[in-house]
């Protein structure tokens, strides 16, 4: 290891992941493209390692660019219509053909043990079979779609018995109908399916498309159901898959799906990165407030020692005891990213004197120059005008520019109440701003 200091502090931060993830139900949803690609060895290496972490899997796996070759071998032209294979008589073989040996190939690599790679003594189980009933899509705006189908009911007690005794489930676009006929489904159809008949804790992309993108170019990592629908119908360069993928994240967040997202598939551990970081490297789509400001609790000290620490190491804070933060945890705010606390400060009024102190500013430094430092001094700032405070004032030796920036202008101990100036440390030296809230 290049930084093994790196790794620790990787491998610390991700444990909260690890431990919340144990017996949740994931459905990981990939095309054919990503079974066809040299490096799909890797995902199934990621797979494994989700799989031995506790997190139970089910996969669903794509087959179009198999079901284009043999269809093209044979000389049968594809037909489609609005996006959707039309399956007929010819093409039906072909199709069951070419889903069968997507299937068999992931089964194959699943079981794939070979000492000194990630697979040695993996010893997994997979599991397929007709989970998946299905019925004929029938004639749409006069297009008969023959042998395609969508998905009537997943047998999702099935599937959570195999779950339970560690079982990974894979499951293929074709499903059976009660009379025996055989169906090709669309592989979000059968994702989607799932998620709802086993209450599913996630629905995971692997997309084609490259990173979602805002119109700075910069990685829309969050959405709501909301936002989301009207990305699909504001944003013209989305890919037709994309805008798929959205909508089903979406409507499975508003009807309980706890949170979806969306990997760009090319990119290497691009699961493991998404799982097991705070940030991410796709794009989530959650009900859930994945960001916040909001005022301190109690149980909030711990990750407000975290950020202060370093800087109280460094001089640039003051040091403040456990039982200090303890006591006066109601004059904290908190930013909270995920669960995990990444900003904080503090508001220390004196009412008699309509003035009050800003402190503790502090931002973890993975998320610094992001604009939260002034979220969370706006917020303070609305929190001193409630109270019917009109001046703000900080203490700082090491920022005073960043404070200038924001408005602060300089004056002296004089300005400060009284309670104040008796506690001025002479040898600490700090430099005295402050701002009109008017």
Not at 42 to 64: E, P, Q, T, Y
Not at 142 to 161: L, M, P, S, W, Y
């Amino acid at each position: 290891m290049h930084d093994p200091y790196a790794f620790v502090q990787w491998f610390r931060n991700a444990a909260p992941y690890i431990n919340a993830f144990r017996e949740r139900t994931f459905v990981l949803a990939f095309g054919g493209e990503c079974v066809a690609d040299e490096e799909f060895a890797h995902l199934i290496h990621d797979i494994a390692l989700l799989n031995s972490l506790g997190v139970k899997l089910i996969l669903v796996h794509g087959a179009r660019p198999q079901i284009e070759h043999a269809l093209s071998q044979h000389h049968i032209t594809p037909q489609t219509h609005n996006g959707i294979r039309i399956t007929d008589s010819d093409a039906l073989p072909y199709v069951k053909q070419s889903v069968g040996a997507v299937r068999m190939e992931i089964e194959a690599l699943l079981t794939m043990g070979i000492a000194n790679s990630p697979m040695a003594g993996a010893q997994l189980r997979v599991a397929s079979g007709n989970f998946i009933t299905a019925k004929p899509m029938g004639v749409r705006e006069g297009i008969d779609h023959c042998h395609t189908g969508e998905v009537r009911r997943v047998d999702h007690e099935a599937i959570q018995q195999l779950l339970d005794q560690g079982w990974i489930v894979l499951l293929s676009p074709m499903g059976y109908s009660p009379t025996g006929e055989v169906f090709n489904l669309l592989a979000e159809d059968v994702a989607v399916s799932t998620c709802r008949a086993l209450k599913a804790d996630k629905l995971i992309y692997l997309t084609e498309s490259s990173e979602l993108v805002d119109e700075q170019g910069k990685l829309i990592r969050e959405l709501g159901p909301t936002e989301a629908q009207q990305l699909i119908h504001c944003n013209e360069s989305l890919t037709d898959e994309t805008k798929r993928y959205l909508y089903d994240a979406a409507t499975l967040c508003q009807d309980g799906l706890h949170r979806a997202h969306l990997i760009p598939r090319h990119v290497d551990g691009a699961l493991i990165q998404e799982l097991f970081t705070r940030d991410g490297i796709g794009t989530l789509i959650s009900n859930d407030h994945f960001e916040g400001t909001r005022q301190a609790k109690i149980e909030d000290v711990g990750g407000i020692i975290e950020l202060l620490e370093p800087l109280e190491q460094q001089g640039i804070l003051v040091r403040r005891s456990r039982e200090r933060l303890e006591q006066e945890i109601s004059q904290f705010t908190v930013v909270e990213r995920d669960g995990t606390i990444i900003g904080c400060a503090a508001l220390y009024p004196y009412p008699e004197h309509h003035i009050a102190e800003l402190a503790c500013v502090a931002i973890h430094p993975e998320y610094r120059n992001s604009g939260r430092g002034d979220t969370l001094v706006n917020y303070i700032t609305q929190q001193a005008k409630q109270q019917g405070l009109n001046t703000l004032f900080v203490l700082t030796t090491h920022t005073a520019h960043w404070f200038i920036e924001r408005g602060f202008a300089e004056t002296n101990i004089g300005k400060l109440p009284l309670e104040k100036q008796t506690l001025y440390n002479y040898q600490r030296k700090s430099k005295i701003f402050n701002k009109p809230l008017n």
